[in-house]
């Protein structure tokens, strides 16, 4: 049956998903049935960075992979992991929207550092998509402020840049997605 009549033949959905399958090529039908891994979707927005490495580089807290080794931070990847990185002074929120609701990712500022990171890994999240946003607080004292974002998996890490130039303002940083 042509898939294309179902809707005009009004025939129940039943009906129709069995003869879509009977029209799917086999090799269409077994990518259907395969899951993609998770993965980060890069806002277009965001400006990607030139090389962050050299080989000589030891490991710091600052969301790049300093030396090379397809780590961020000294901390290897498992799957898709994003990981922000943003000045201590800076008075910022990251907001994570999935299915399961909204809910706010803490980042490690230690005492010591002029930096604060957070890391974000898919596999951590429930099925479905998962807007990874960051916010401006408003406040009397706020400044413009950069966050650096490392997409890493699989032995590869791509770092790009989020300017925030207003209090109050929210940036869009991508997506986790986790089917």
């Known amino acids: 049956m042509n898939a294309r009549l179902c809707p005009l033949l009004l025939l129940s959905a039943s009906a129709c998903a069995t003869a879509n399958a009977a029209n799917t090529p086999p090799q269409h039908a077994a990518a259907k049935a395969t899951a993609q891994a998770p993965r980060f979707e890069v806002d277009g927005s965001l400006v990607e960075l030139a090389a962050t490495c050299r080989p000589a580089e030891l490991p710091q807290a600052n969301a790049l992979d300093d030396d090379c080794d397809g780590a961020v931070d000294g901390q290897p990847a ?72 490392s997409k890493s998996g699989e032995g590869e890490v791509r770092t790009y840049l989020a300017e925030l130039t207003q209090p109050g303002e929210t940036r869009a940083l991508g997506t986790l997605v986790r089917e």
């Open 78 to 149: 498992t799957g898709a992991t994003v990981t922000l990185a943003f000045p201590r002074a800076a008075a910022l929120r990251i907001v994570l929207q999935g299915p399961d609701g909204v809910r706010t990712v803490d980042a490690s500022c230690p005492e010591a550092a002029s930096v604060c990171t957070a890391r974000v890994t898919a596999e951590a999240l429930p099925s479905g998509r998962h807007e990874l946003r960051v916010e401006s607080v408003a406040s009397a004292d706020a400044r413009p402020t950069s966050v650096a974002v």
